[in-house]
T-cell receptor, first 112, second 113 residues
């Protein structure tokens, strides 16, 4: 089983749609979780850190379920500019010394 | 916005050449990382450093080497480039004590002919 698994997509949605991405992780000791966004041929950029049971930032909501080892990202009222690949990222060893494990990413394409 | 820089942004070079990819950050971060990513594929950690004079190999075996003589600088060197080294190389740094968020440079796209 891969350490971090995501649905690869692509998700093709119309503008204004709500879209949800799911991610599962295998290491129950993982302590911190993130969503990154990566545009085509660009570097990953931090979208959200996921704290405790989850958090919201404008149109974006991240949820964490430690019991099920599951993280989600919800995008409401999607925009054309949301088109990108979304990476689920987990700090596997916990705390500040752990390295990040990146999922393969879920590709989102928002159409007019 | 993170202040992490990579040069060159693009490099096309012949087989057998020695190359050094530069990475610098101005945030005073202790931890720095090198990732390799092929188009449409996932990131793979190839080297990391938790501070000056500390370097470790990552999950993906790489023929490259790194050094960390100064906090802000983490160069990656390939002694003899081969076509199999063609890829995008991304440098990142982290300074948060708890959550380890990483911030990435713009990357170097390397093509070895």
């Amino acid at each position: 089983r891969k350490e971090v698994e995501q649905d690869p997509g692509p998700f093709n949605v119309p503008e204004g749609a709500t879209v949800a991405f799911n991610c599962t992780y295998s290491n129950s000791a993982s302590q911190s979780f993130f969503w990154y966004r990566q545009d085509c041929r660009k570097e990953p950029k931090l979208l959200m850190s996921v704290y405790s049971s989850g958090n919201e930032d404008g149109r974006f909501t991240a949820q964490l379920n430690r019991a099920s080892q599951y993280i989600s990202l919800l995008i409401r009222d999607s925009k054309l500019s949301d088109s990108a690949t979304y990476l689920c990222v987990v700090n596997t060893n916990g705390g500040s010394q752990g390295n990040l494990i990146f999922g393969k990413g879920t590709k989102l394409s928002v159409k007019p | 916005e993170a202040d992490i820089y990579q040069t060159p942004r693009y490099l096309v070079i012949g087989t057998g050449k020695k190359i050094t990819l530069e990475c610098s950050q101005t945030m005073g971060h202790d931890k720095m990382y090198w990732y390799q990513q092929d188009p449409g594929m996932e990131l793979h950690l190839i080297h990391y450093s938790y501070g000056v004079n500390s370097t470790e190999k990552g999950d993906l075996s790489s023929e490259s080497t790194v050094s960390r003589i100064r906090t802000e600088h983490f160069p990656l060197t390939l002694e003899s480039a081969r076509p199999s080294h063609t890829s995008q190389y991304l440098c990142a740094s982290s300074g948060t004590p708890t959550y380890n968020e990483q911030f990435f440079g713009p990357g170097t796209r390397l093509t070895v002919l």
